[in-house]
C-alpha cells in the first residue's frame, strides 16, 4: 500500500509541475516540462518484490525485484510537427541529457530511492507528441565510468565487461544463479588502445520510443513487462538446460532467450528486420 | 645512462600530463621506469601519470579484501605474487564462490597488454578493467557491485589510507573516491613489469638445451628437417612475448585473437557454450574459440594452461601444438580441434624429438623472471 500512495504522490507532483510550466525556470522564451513514467505487468502495477503469473510463453510466475532503465534525446512534437528537444534538469536521477527511471526499491543491487519522472524545459510552445530513446548516448556510454555523475556512477548498471552501462534491468529474485534477469546494453563494441577505449559498437541496442500524440499534462509512459516478455520462455528450469546459458538475456546475440525481447523492444536480434516496440505505450 | 635515457624520453609526456588533470606526476616522486634498453614503456593515459605514491597505494588496493563485498577477497587471492600473479586454479573462483568460466590471467606485463583479459577487445585500459573484477555479476568476483558508497567509508575510516590517497592525489580535496581507486591499481598493476629472465640476459646465458629450444621456438629446423615447424613465435614474439601487445610508441591497434584447436563441437568450430572467446562479443561465428594469445613471460609458473585451464602442464601444451588440436573423443564436448574451421593456419601440427620437447620447455623455463616473484616492492602488505 506504501507503494500506491507513492505513486499517487508523484502524480500530483507532476501535475502541478505542468500546470505552472510557462514560468518555470527554464529561461526567458521556454517551459518546464515534466514527463510521468510508470512500470506495469500487465494490468498490475509493478511492485518490488510482488510476484507476478501468466508471464511469457509458458505462462510462468516471477517475484520481480529490478525494474529500472536509462533515457536519453528526448524530445516534444510542437503544432508544426517539429520535434523539440527537452532539455533535462540537473539532479541525481537526470545528468547530461540522461534520465534513469528508477521503480525498484527492494532489489538487492537497488536502493530505496524512486523516479518515476523526468524534468526539464523546452521552447515555449504547444506539444502534442513525445519521443525519446531508451539508454544512454554513445558518448556517454564508453567514458570513465568512475567519474561520472549521478545517475550513472551507479555501479550495478555498470557493464564494464561489454564497455558501457546496462540500459536496462530488470531482475527477478534476490540475485542467485536461477533468477531471470534482463540486462540490456551495447554489445559488440570495439576498443582500441591507442585511443584508450571504445571506438564503436556494432549492436547499439537504443530502443527508440515515439508517441505521436501525447500529452505531458495528463499522459503517463508505461513500461510494461509483460509486453517486453511476451513470447519469451521464463521457466527458468526449461530454459536453462545447458551449462553457460544464463536464464534470462543479457543481450548476448547469441542467446536464444533473447530474441522475442528484442523483438518486443524493436531492436534487430541476430540481422533481424526489427519491428515497432511493444515495451512503451502511452496512456 | 640506461636508466637516464628512458627518463629524458618520458619527460615530456611527464610535463604535459602535469599539464591537465589535477593529478601530477611529480606529486611525490617522479616515476622511472625500470626496463631494460629493448623495452619501451607501457603506454601511460594522459589522465593517469605514474607516481611512485599512487604506485604504493594501488599496492595497498590491489592487496586489500576490502575490496571485495564480503571481505574474503582482494585482487591478490587471483593474482598471486608467487605464481607471476596468476592463483594455479584452472578457473577462478570468486568471493561468493561462484566459479568463472575463465582461468585468471597473469597481470605481470599488464600495461603491454592491447586488449585486456582473455578475449575482449572493447577493454583496453588498466582503469576500466579493474570496474569487471570489482562490480561484475556475471559472473561475481569481488562482488561490490552496487556497494560503491561502502567501499568508500571503509577505505575513509582506514587508518593508513586518508593519507596514502592525499599523497598520491595532493590536488584533491577528497581523493578517496572510484577514480583515484581505479587509477592507483592501474598504476600498480603498470609497475609490474616484468623482464628480468634469463631470456632476457641473451643466449650466451642460455644451456645449450636451452639454446636449441629457443631456437625452435623462433623458427629453426627441427630434426625432421621442417623449417619453422613450430611457429610459435607468430602469436608470441616481440619483447611481450605476444603478438597482442601495446605500448608507448605503438602506432597501430596490434589486438590479436586466435583460434588454436582446443575445441570442435559442431560444424561451426563451436567451443563450450559461454566461453567462446571473441565470438561472445562479436557473434561472429568465425570468432568461435578466438582468444588473445597470452604473453608466455613466467609461463613455467602460471600452470593450469589456456583460458580455461584445460592442460595441466608444459609438455600437455606442447603436445597439444604438435598435434595441431586438441582431440576430445566423449563426453558433452567431444571434437576434434585439429579440423576447427576457425583455427589459425599457423596450427599444423608438427613431428619433435623426445629431445626436442624437452629442449623447447627448457627454453620456456628461462622466461621465468624470478625476481618478479619475490620483489617486496611487488608483495602484498598485509602478509604476516
Known amino acids: ?283 | 645512462m640506461k636508466h637516464l635515457s628512458h627518463t629524458l624520453i618520458l619527460l615530456p609526456l611527464l610535463l604535459w600530463a602535469g599539464c591537465g588533470d589535477s593529478d601530477t606526476a611529480s606529486a611525490s616522486g617522479a616515476w622511472v621506469w625500470n626496463l631494460p634498453d629493448t623495452v619501451p614503456p607501457p603506454r601511460v593515459p594522459e589522465d593517469n601519470p605514474m607516481s611512485e605514491a599512487k604506485v604504493e597505494l594501488g599496492r595497498f588496493l590491489f592487496y586489500d579484501t576490502k575490496l571485495s563485498g564480503n571481505q574474503t577477497q582482494s585482487c591478490g587471492t587471483c593474482h598471486l605474487q608467487e605464481l607471476a600473479f596468476t592463483d594455479g586454479l584452472a578457473q577462478a573462483e570468486g568471493s561468493t564462490g561462484e566459479i568463472h568460466p575463465r582461468s585468471s590471467m597473469s597481470v605481470a606485463n599488464a600495461g603491454y597488454a592491447a586488449s585486456l583479459t582473455w578475449a575482449n577487445p572493447a577493454v583496453v585500459r588498466l582503469e576500466e578493467q579493474a570496474l569487471v573484477p570489482m562490480f561484475g555479476e556475471d559472473p561475481v568476483e569481488l562482488g561490490m557491485a552496487n556497494m560503491e558508497e561502502e567501499l568508500l567509508r571503509r577505505l575513509r575510516e582506514d587508518a593508513q589510507y586518508p593519507a596514502m590517497f592525499a599523497d598520491a592525489f595532493p590536488n584533491q580535496a577528497d581523493p578517496i573516491n572510484l577514480d583515484s581507486i581505479t587509477k592507483s591499481i592501474a598504476s600498480f598493476q603498470r609497475a609490474l613489469t616484468s623482464f628480468n629472465s634469463k631470456h632476457d640476459r641473451g643466449s650466451s646465458a642460455l644451456t645449450l638445451s636451452e639454446q636449441r629450444g629457443k631456437a625452435l621456438f623462433f623458427g629453426g629446423t627441427t630434426a625432421a628437417g621442417v623449417p619453422d615447424a613450430l611457429e610459435c613465435f607468430h602469436c608470441h614474439g616481440g619483447f611481450l612475448l605476444s603478438q597482442a601487445v601495446d605500448h608507448d610508441g605503438s602506432e597501430f591497434n596490434q589486438q590479436t585473437f586466435i583460434n588454436n584447436g582446443l575445441y570442435n563441437l559442431d560444424a561451426d568450430g563451436s567451443y563450450p557454450e559461454g566461453n567462446q572467446g571473441l565470438f561472445d562479443i562479436t557473434n561472429d561465428p568465425a570468432d568461435k574459440g578466438k582468444f588473445k594469445p597470452p604473453s608466455l613471460r613466467n609461463i613455467a609458473v602460471t600452470a593450469p594452461y589456456m583460458h580455461d585451464g584445460s592442460i595441466a602442464t608444459l609438455e600437455e601444451v606442447v603436445d597439444h601444438y604438435a598435434r595441431g588440436g586438441r582431440l576430445i573423443e566423449s563426453g558433452p564436448n567431444a571434437g576434434d580441434g585439429f579440423d576447427n574451421p576457425n583455427k589459425s593456419s599457423f596450427l599444423n601440427g608438427f613431428d619433435i624429438t623426445e629431445q626436442e620437447k624437452q629442449d623447447l620447455i627448457a627454453f620456456l623455463r628461462t622466461l621465468t623472471d624470478e625476481e618478479l616473484l619475490t620483489n617486496p616492492a611487488f608483495s602484498d602488505p598485509f602478509a604476516q
Open chain 1, 1 to 283: 500500500m506504501k507503494k500506491v500512495k507513492v505513486f499517487l504522490l508523484g502524480l500530483a507532483f507532476a501535475g502541478f509541475g505542468c500546470d505552472s510550466a510557462s514560468t518555470g525556470g527554464g529561461g526567458v522564451g521556454t517551459q518546464d516540462v515534466t514527463i510521468r513514467f510508470a512500470a506495469m505487468v500487465g494490468e498490475a502495477e509493478f511492485v518490488c518484490g510482488d510476484t507476478y503469473g501468466g508471464l511469457g510463453a509458458d505462462d510462468a510466475s516471477l517475484v520481480l525485484s529490478d525494474f529500472r532503465f536509462y533515457v536519453q534525446e528526448v524530445e516534444m512534437k510542437n503544432a508544426t510537427g517539429v520535434w523539440v528537444p527537452v532539455e533535462l534538469a540537473e539532479n541525481k536521477f537526470q545528468t547530461g541529457g540522461v534520465a534513469l527511471l528508477d521503480f525498484e526499491d527492494c532489489a538487492s543491487m537497488g536502493n530505496e530511492d524512486l523516479n518515476e519522472l523526468v524534468t526539464g524545459s523546452l521552447l515555449a510552445g504547444e506539444y502534442d507528441g513525445l519521443r525519446f530513446k531508451m539508454g544512454v548516448p554513445f558518448e556517454m556510454n564508453h567514458v570513465n565510468h568512475s567519474t561520472a555523475s549521478s545517475p550513472l556512477n551507479i555501479t550495478a548498471l555498470f557493464w564494464n565487461w561489454l564497455g558501457g552501462y546496462k540500459f536496462l534491468r530488470i531482475d527477478s529474485g534476490q540475485f542467485s544463479g536461477t533468477d531471470w534477469r534482463m540486462h540490456l546494453g551495447s554489445t559488440g563494441c570495439e576498443g582500441d588502445p591507442m585511443v584508450g577505449g571504445v571506438t564503436s559498437c556494432a549492436n547499439g541496442n537504443r530502443v527508440e520510443v515515439e508517441f505521436d500524440a501525447f500529452d505531458a499534462s495528463t499522459g503517463t509512459v508505461v513500461a510494461d513487462y509483460a509486453a517486453l516478455v511476451e513470447g519469451a520462455a521464463l521457466d527458468v528450469s526449461e530454459s536453462n538446460p545447458e551449462e553457460g546459458d544464463d536464464p534470462g538475456c543479457m543481450a548476448k546475440p547469441a542467446d536464444a532467450d533473447c530474441a522475442p525481447l528484442f523483438e518486443n523492444l524493436g531492436l534487430s536480434f541476430a540481422g533481424s528486420t526489427p519491428g515497432p516496440q511493444q515495451f512503451f505505450s502511452a496512456e
